[in-house]
């Protein structure tokens, strides 16, 4: 039980998470993506007679259970698996954070930037809702997100999925070393 | 394969979809919806892994994009190493999935889509400090707020949709 309730290795979720792909496809031709998730809730919510949202969504509805499943698996390790300890943070970046007024590391979404006091602050409004924005935008224009084009894309040595994962890194990149500073001042 | 394309119900919606997303439903098979818990399934044990590995931590991220850690690096080597190492055995083998049915695969196409579209969500990634399925994850840990960057990022895909015409690809 404690190797369970402990943090796990990256070499663990690494084999688990790739043994994902083969599950989905082996389980019903799936191909492992999470951000397409979104398209169908637009195509399903929202389609507004815009020919992108415009086809058959109840035909990728395994994808909101595969999303559904993966709340849940959130909601069980929560409970069950003990996982409330402080996260580790590198000194280098704690020090850093301790400079923004950033010092609670006891949850795995800092509770200083991501919550709904914060929302109402510029700091969270531009983290939040302009982060999500990004994503969203992001992964659709990109053609999928760190599942569809990181790991599906280049475990099917798709050329133009390295693309993006290195874009994606690039983007990163510039984000925490040069824009979020001065975001986390605000 | 040929004869795939033929016999789908509607081949332009097919192929848009094909070319739009990397989540393409490849299965021309239907099933009662209830077949659909075994995805659910696998999306748990994704969901677990992401805790327990503290991939949703947005410290983690950080730490990534600061190169002061190599366990995100690890994580996603890791994965696509035994990705592809699946992949290539299930092509090699010709495996069928467990209705009996030829496992696909669609070449992605380059577009000038995967740089700008690549970065823009590279930006996003380090401020949210989640991918969506960390976001989804997030949501199940307690963290409600977060449903407001899910909706925020459902919001980025829907004017995608609608001004991607205008846009370079």
């Known amino acids: 039980m404690e190797t369970i309730t402990q943090p796990w290795p990256w070499y663990t979720a690494g084999i688990i998470i790739g043994l994902i792909v083969p599950a989905l ?27 992108f949202f415009s086809y058959d969504w109840k035909k990728e509805s395994w994808n909101f259970f595969f999303v559904g499943g993966i709340l849940v698996g959130g909601i ?10 402080a996260v580790i943070v590198h000194p280098d970046l704690a020090k850093e954070l301790a400079t923004y007024g950033i010092n609670d590391f006891s949850g795995m979404v800092p509770a200083q930037l991501f919550s709904f006091e914060s929302l109402f602050t510029v700091r969270g409004l531009v983290m939040m ?5 990004l994503v969203g935008f992001g992964a659709r224009y990109a053609g999928g997100c760190t599942s569809g084009h990181a790991i599906m894309g280049l475990s099917d040595l798709q050329w133009p999925s390295l693309v993006a994962t290195i874009c994606f890194m690039i983007g990163g990149f510039v984000m925490a070393n040069f824009i979020l500073p001065f975001i986390l001042h605000l | 394969m ?74 996603i080597g890791t994965a696509v190493v035994v ?9 090699k083998f010709k495996v069928k999935s467990i209705h009996g049915e030829e496992i696909t695969f669609t070449d992605k196409k380059f577009n000038k889509g995967q740089i700008i579209g690549g970065l823009i969500f590279g930006l996003g990634w380090a401020l949210t400090g989640a991918c969506p399925g960390p976001l989804f994850a997030q949501v199940g840990t307690g963290a409600f707020v977060i449903l407001v960057v899910v909706l925020s990022a459902t919001a980025g895909t829907w004017v995608y949709g609608k001004f991607r015409d205008q846009l370079p690809h």
């Open chain 1, 25 to 51: 496809l082996i389980l019903g031709n799936k191909h492992f993506g999470i951000s397409a998730n979104l398209r169908h809730a637009c195509a399903a919510c929202l389609p507004s007679n815009i020919p």
């Open chain 1, 76 to 85: 069980i390790s929560t409970l069950y698996l003990g996982s409330d300890e």
């Open chain 1, 129 to 133: 809702v302009g982060g999500g924005f």
């Open chain 2, 2 to 75: 040929e004869n795939k394309t033929t016999e789908h119900a509607n081949p332009v919606d097919f192929e848009v979809r094909s070319l739009d997303t990397m989540c393409v439903n490849e299965s021309e098979l239907v099933h009662p919806w209830w077949y659909n818990f075994k995805y659910a399934a696998v999306g748990i044990i994704f969901g677990i892994v992401f805790i327990k590995a503290e991939i949703i931590s947005w410290f983690r991220i950080q730490e990534m994009f600061r190169l002061q850690s190599f366990h995100m690096y690890g994580v």
């Open chain 2, 83 to 91: 990705g592809a190492i699946s992949v290539f055995l299930i092509k």
